[in-house]
């Protein structure tokens, strides 16, 4: 059954309940992420003078303090290490079975990423896994004159390979 | 002027739980029980107010709050009056800010008070806004925001790595939970069986519904005083705030730096400065509050503390030797696990229990406790944070 919300938000995207990133470049200076998202690469920043790579990506080289940064690719491929399964309890805005692993990358970076397009019972540690990529909501955005605007977006997870 | 030494002179909160009543409500209640146990204390005595909690913007809607706690109270702090935010660790920011102030004179009489009112009317929000908790654009939008997938595999770790098992890690939810079954401002006042524990429904597996800490709405508060303030103020045994450390070595999970998710490097890092700090070991503490938000964690807690070797945690549990007639006893008032977790306020429950061991009025007292310990990890594990205190500056 429908509930009445708050009445005076009707129609309005308040963006403090955004799940996603504001990926927009009007909001966010490392949109090109998210661009580089859509050609399935996985990319970060280097920094141009002393060479450090940074994820997530920055403006400002968290080592050197350069701001010449350069967009570089990294794998799109890893293995599972650990992984959990939510089945029940599943969070708003997430699809049972919630699945949840601990990924090395091919170049030995690990971090911890959703695995879609997946069954429950069907991971396994050691499974390879590769990038993707999928749409999210678009964010709203006012423009001159108060015409509302929609920003696409994508936002990644990691995949079994078949 | 020289450092002053700083002590703690009066603690309280309120019933923790499922409560029918505001953020505001609460910080009254828990001011009041405060205030309560420190008579000679006049309100205009108070000149600061350190107010800690995360979700009072998402799910009171409000923000700034400390005015609205000072003006709700009855107190007008002159040299501070601020929120602070580091999620689970917010009161023990708030206490070593305050400590701080106090120790350089630019505060006199200072209330650490905070809390969170997390059962918001629609059940969803609350776990909705833990998406915030976290490293919000990276780890937050991959559904990280709950911590039991986390922690899972934090005990898939350790478990695999050093062979610990579920009954070590339902060892400590027994002992927690007997713990808090006599503390009456706990969620939860019932012990549980081993049997219970491991067979209890399964949260994320290897963690079962005793081994996670619930969701609370709570408030607590403190009073910290310079020490000659404290000898005016109380003549019951002083407790020190003797050294204090909080280490943030990274945020996003690619940043982890242990070797797997069992090693805990910002922990100890954390500890090796509050034991410097205090000029005490791990040897020398005789009661401790460790965050066990989950049941691994007060296991490798009493690893990257330095109260037992690496890998050795889960032995060490099972064999007691974090519980009263053990090497030091842990969550003494029933910690996380039963007193519940309103972020803000977890800290400051924390030292109100170590205040009320080290002056000997604790109601699960350990044994001629004269240094106290308290620990906390903030979010995606990503921050600890350490107080000690004793008896003696």
């Known amino acids: 059954m429908p509930v009445p919300g708050v009445p005076i938000l009707e129609g309005l995207y308040p963006s403090t309940l955004d799940m996603y990133p504001f990926e927009a470049k009007e909001f966010n200076r490392v949109h090109q992420f998210y661009e580089n998202l859509r050609e399935n690469r996985f990319t970060t920043t280097k920094c141009t003078k002393c060479g450090t790579v940074s994820f997530p990506p920055r403006v400002v080289c968290p080592k050197c303090n350069s701001d010449s940064l350069e967009w570089v690719d990294l794998p799109t491929k890893g293995k599972v290490l650990r992984f959990t399964e939510e089945l029940a309890g599943v969070p708003l805005g997430f699809e049972s079975p919630l699945i949840h692993a601990r ?31 999928y749409d999210v909501p678009p964010m709203i955005i006012e423009k001159r004159g108060g015409v509302m605007e929609e920003a696409p977006r994508v936002f990644f997870a990691f995949e079994p390979v078949k | 002027m020289a ?43 108070i000149d600061g107010l350190i107010f800690a909690s995360s979700y009072c913007g998402r799910s009171a809607f409000q923000v700034n709050a400390a005015p609205v706690v000072a003006e709700r109270i009855g107190i007008k702090p002159t040299s501070i009056c601020t929120r602070v935010d580091t999620l689970c660790a917010g009161g023990s920011s708030g206490i070593i800010m305050a400590t701080g102030l106090i120790k350089a004179g630019m505060a006199d009489v200072v209330m650490v008070s905070g809390g969170e009112k997390l059962y918001t009317p629609q059940r969803w929000e609350t776990y909705y806004s833990e998406m915030a908790s976290i490293d919000h654009d990276w780890d937050g939008a991959q559904g990280m925001g709950l911590p039991p997938p986390f922690f899972s595999m934090t005990a898939q770790d350790h478990m695999k790595r050093y062979g610990t098992t579920k009954e070590q890690l339902s060892a400590v939810s027994v002992k927690n939970r007997r713990n808090g079954a006599n503390n009456p401002k706990a969620q939860f006042q019932k012990a549980v069986t081993i049997e219970e524990v491991i067979n209890a429904r399964a949260v994320v597996p290897p963690l079962g519904l005793f081994d996670c800490t619930p ?8 009073i910290l005083v310079s020490e000659d303030k404290a000898k005016e103020l109380t003549d019951r045994p002083l407790v020190y705030i003797r050294g204090t450390a909080q280490a943030s070595l990274h945020s996003m999970s690619m940043n982890w730096l242990g070797e797997d998710l069992s090693d805990w490097v910002h922990l100890r ?35 990257d503390l330095g109260f037992c070797r690496k890998g050795e945690g889960g032995a060490f549990v099972e064999s007691g030797q974090n519980d009263f007639g053990g090497k030091v006893p842990v969550n003494t008032d029933g910690g996380l696990l039963s007193c519940g977790h309103p972020f803000g306020a977890t800290g400051i429950r924390q030292a109100m229990e170590i205040f009320f061991q080290l002056q000997g009025r604790a109601i699960n007292q350990a044994k001629d406790a004269k240094i106290g310990l308290t620990h906390n990890l903030s979010g995606l594990n990503v921050e600890h944070t350490i107080l000690i205190y004793g008896r003696e500056p």
Not at chain 1, 110 to 129: A, F, M, P, W
């Open chain 1, 103 to 133: 990924i090395e990358l091919e170049d030995g970076r690990k971090l911890i990423s959703r695995v879609i397009n997946c069954k429950e019972g069907q991971l396994k540690e050691g499974d390879t896994v590769k990038l993707a990529v």
């Open chain 2, 3 to 45: 450092d002053r030494n700083v002590c703690i002179v009066g603690a309280g909160m309120d019933r923790w739980g499922v409560r029918e009543a505001s953020i505001i409500d609460m910080a009254q209640e828990a001011a009041k029980d405060c205030f309560d146990d420190v008579p000679a204390l006049k309100k205009d005595d």
């Open chain 2, 215 to 222: 969701i609370t709405d709570g408030c607590a508060a403190v």
């Open chain 2, 269 to 303: 890092t954390a500890a090796k400065k509050a034991f410097e700090r205090a000029r005490v070991s791990p040897e020398d503490v005789d009661v401790a509050q460790t965050h066990d938000c989950f049941t691994i964690s007060e296991i490798i807690e009493m690893e």
